[in-house]
């Protein structure tokens, strides 16, 4: 079953990314994209494009944006919002290598994601917005629009150490360059467990 050999691969590609070992997570995306190519559009080849896009998005790779662009292209016409989402925020931090983010773009994936259900998504959307934003925009309005955005996704946030991930950012990158090393000292008290 094509569908079942995606979806394993997807994992696949999960747990390569998440030791690190971003070769082998991109060759299990491109094999679970080439599994399903050739068969009618599906949810699962959204899904697995939306993952593609994203490990060339976190490698730099030009291919990021054409993939996410046919991930969100193959998710509205299946109804898989949660790819969408993925790809939505995987293109917006590929696109901020050159063009800022927008809070708006934010809020309609963070919606988009809730809608879901993909809550993960949701707190995803928010951390890459602000390692993007950072590039182009007054910390301060970045830090305002993170807060909000953040108290939005609360839920999303409690997937996979997102929170503390997001903590771990805004203290590079916001609480450092201002100078606030009390925050930056509690983040990392938090992240050694107190």
């Not at 773009?105 to 809608?115: G, K, P, R, T, V």
């Amino acid at each position: 079953d094509p569908n079942l050999q995606a979806e394993a691969l997807g994992w696949k590609t999960r747990a390569s990314w998440l030791r690190a070992s971003w070769r082998d997570a991109l060759e299990s995306a491109q094999a679970a994209v080439a599994v399903l190519e050739g068969l009618p559009e599906s949810p699962q080849l959204a899904r697995t494009l939306a993952r593609l896009s994203q490990i060339e998005m976190l490698r730099a790779l030009p291919s990021a944006e054409p993939s996410a662009l046919r991930a969100i292209e193959v998710a509205r016409s299946t109804g898989e919002r949660a790819a969408e989402a993925n790809a939505r925020s995987n293109l917006m931090a590929e696109r901020a290598r050159t063009i800022p983010p927008t809070e708006a773009e934010l809020s309609e994936i963070i919606d988009l994601a809730q809608q879901a259900g993909a809550h993960d998504e949701a707190a995803r959307a928010v951390i890459n917005y602000l390692w993007s934003a950072c590039r182009y925009d007054d910390l301060g309005a970045v830090e305002r629009t993170v807060t909000g955005a953040a108290r939005r996704v609360s839920v999303g946030l409690t997937f996979e150490g997102y929170g503390p991930y997001l903590d771990f950012s805004l203290a590079t990158l916001i609480h450092v360059p201002a100078g606030r090393w009390e925050q930056v000292d509690a983040v990392l008290a938090a992240g050694d467990g107190g």
